[in-house]
Antibody, heavy 126, light 107 residues
Framework: QMQLQESGPGLVKPSQTLSLTCTVS??????????WTWIRQHPGKGLEWIGY???????FYNPSFESRVTISVDTSKNQFSLKLNSVTAADTAVYYC??????????????????WGQGTTVTVSS | DIQMTQSPSSLSASVGDRVTITCRAS??????LNWYQQRPGKAPKLLIY???SLQSGVPSRFSGSGSGTDFSLTISSLQPEDFATYYC?????????FGGGTKVEIK
């Protein structure tokens, strides 16, 4: 059973870099069809996709973040990471790592976020 | 970006009620539509993928339907553990986008 766990500072100063790590257990990060994903949720609000990375290193980012975000993967450590530069108070949120899995069906390939970490709260404040 | 609009934003219902939540996409997304449940303080949980396929381990009282731009999630008989917020999400194209959520509360 795949499990994900976020870790990183809970408080980041404005203009600095938010850095989070997601540790994966219970499975291989190098399996095809797995996209390692970051999503955030502002307090009391909806969900916002930040981006994901394939095990090969190919990345896909939300254009809303593209100039500030880097997602990387280290399969040897069973971890993937999020870096978000130049943070402001608007980046205060719960950050989730998740596993997007491809599902092969007779009608095509579909994707769902099958596994989620518990989430970690990041506050941007001086 | 594809905008996802859910309605209602909240509803009150009783245990045993049949509940339907709708989700509309700003353009056709075929059946690339997922539904998630989020209980307070918890991470979202995948319920339905490909608009109508039940994720493994999810109770059969949950069902999804729709294609193109209009979708729905139905809970056939609401249980106490179903009081939560529900989100739709399109997986047709990036950026992946979510609906604003529907909070299901106890009447």
């Amino acid at each position: 059973q795949m499990q994900l766990q976020e870790s990183g500072p809970g408080l980041v100063k404005p203009s600095q870099t938010l850095s989070l790590t997601c540790t994966v257990s219970g499975g291989s990060m190098s399996s095809g069809g797995y996209y390692w994903t970051w999503i955030r949720q502002h307090p009391g609000k909806g969900l916002e996709w930040i981006g994901y990375i394939y095990y090969s290193g190919n990345t896909f980012y939300n254009p809303s973040f593209e100039s500030r975000v880097t997602i990387s993967v280290d399969t040897s450590k069973n971890q993937f990471s999020l870096k978000l530069n130049s943070v402001t108070a608007a980046d205060t949120a719960v950050y989730y790592c998740a596993l997007r899995v491809v599902k092969a069906m007779t009608t095509g390939y579909f994707y769902g976020m099958d596994v989620w970490g518990q989430g970690t709260t990041v506050t941007v404040s001086s | 970006d594809i905008q996802m609009t859910q309605s209602p934003s909240s509803l009150s219902a009783s245990v045993g009620d049949r509940v339907t939540i709708t989700c509309r996409a700003s353009q056709s997304i075929s059946n690339f539509l997922n539904w998630y449940q989020q209980r307070p303080g918890k991470a979202p949980k995948l319920l339905i993928y490909a608009a109508s396929s039940l994720q493994s381990g999810v109770p059969s009282r949950f069902s999804g339907s729709g294609s193109g731009t209009d979708f729905s999630l139905t809970i056939s008989s609401l249980q106490p553990e179903d009081f939560a917020t529900y989100y739709c999400q399109q997986s047709y194209s990036t950026p992946l986008t979510f609906g604003g959520g529907t909070k299901v509360e106890i009447k």
